[in-house]
């Protein structure tokens, strides 16, 4: 896309995502009805689960990407892997602030050190580590291609985030979508569209700050390059 077009999706796509965001929030305190059981702080539910949804699809993108640029070699992958990374950590963080403030009326306490709750942090420091190994290294490109293993490795942490909640003991409430006999949407008809504006509206943020994100770091690559041309032709000319 020319830099007009892609000026003009990004603002499509951020003033959609707002919008949507705006509607999400009117249905979460107006519209879809309180559940029966937990009360008033399940309405968490309708922005904690499309975080963590997006959060998944970022770092699915981080590894896909990050798989191919270490068979091909692109930097454009390696750029699209790490900017998705960004957007996973803004999405992740969500998550993990959320679920506090849910379980602290749910289960007495802020934090419990139980199966899902332990991976999801993990999986946080993974790629964490994977903004931190990038930059620690004194080659880039090693410091890149040590970071796309990470990035692969890391979303290793998402199916056992899934199925922790079955495999062990644990205080975190099974899958009511993704539940272990497959796909299906145990939810009362309101509840179920106000999860999917949730995801819709975070899809369509994801994808602005995606665009945004890879627009802006393929700018500072060609910066990048114009440098280094530069202090090459001041080299030759000393």
């Known amino acids: 896309m020319s830099q007009k077009q892609t000026q003009?999706?990004?603002?499509?796509?951020?003033?959609?995502?707002?919008?949507?965001?705006?509607?999400?929030?009117?249905?979460?305190f107006f519209w879809v009805p309180t559940e029966s059981t937990m009360g008033i702080v399940q309405r968490i539910y309708y922005i904690h689960i499309p975080a963590w949804w997006i959060a998944f699809l970022a770092f699915g993108a981080v590894a896909v990407c990050s798989a191919v640029y270490l068979w091909l070699g692109d930097d454009r992958l390696d750029r699209a892997a790490v900017t998705a990374a960004e957007a996973g950590m803004i999405f992740t963080t969500i998550g993990l602030l959320t679920g506090p403030l849910w379980g602290r009326v749910a289960?007495?306490?802020?934090?419990?050190?139980?199966?899902?709750?332990?991976?999801?942090?993990l999986l946080w420091f993974i790629f964490l580590g994977y903004f931190l190994v990038r930059r620690s290294t004194v080659n880039p490109e090693q410091g890149k291609r040590f970071a796309a293993v990470i990035g692969i490795i890391g979303v290793l942490d998402i199916p056992f985030i899934h199925v922790s909640v079955t495999w062990?003991?644990?205080?975190?409430?099974?899958?009511?979508?993704?539940?272990?006999?497959?796909?299906?949407?145990?939810?009362?008809?309101?509840?179920?569209a106000t999860l999917g504006v949730g995801l819709l509206a975070f899809s369509l943020v994801f994808a602005a700050l995606f665009l945004a994100g890879y627009t802006v770091a393929g700018y500072e690559h060609k910066l990048d390059l114009r440098e280094a041309a530069s202090a090459g032709a001041r080299g030759a000319e000393a």
């Open 107 to 121: 289960w007495g306490v802020w934090w419990e050190w139980e199966p899902r709750l332990t991976s999801a942090l």
């Open 168 to 192: 062990f003991r644990s205080l975190h409430p099974a899958a009511v979508v993704l539940n272990p006999d497959g796909f299906a949407m145990n939810l009362d008809p309101s509840m179920g």
């Open 8 to 28: 003009w999706a990004i603002g499509v796509l951020g003033t959609l995502g707002v919008v949507a965001v705006i509607a999400l929030h009117w249905m979460v």
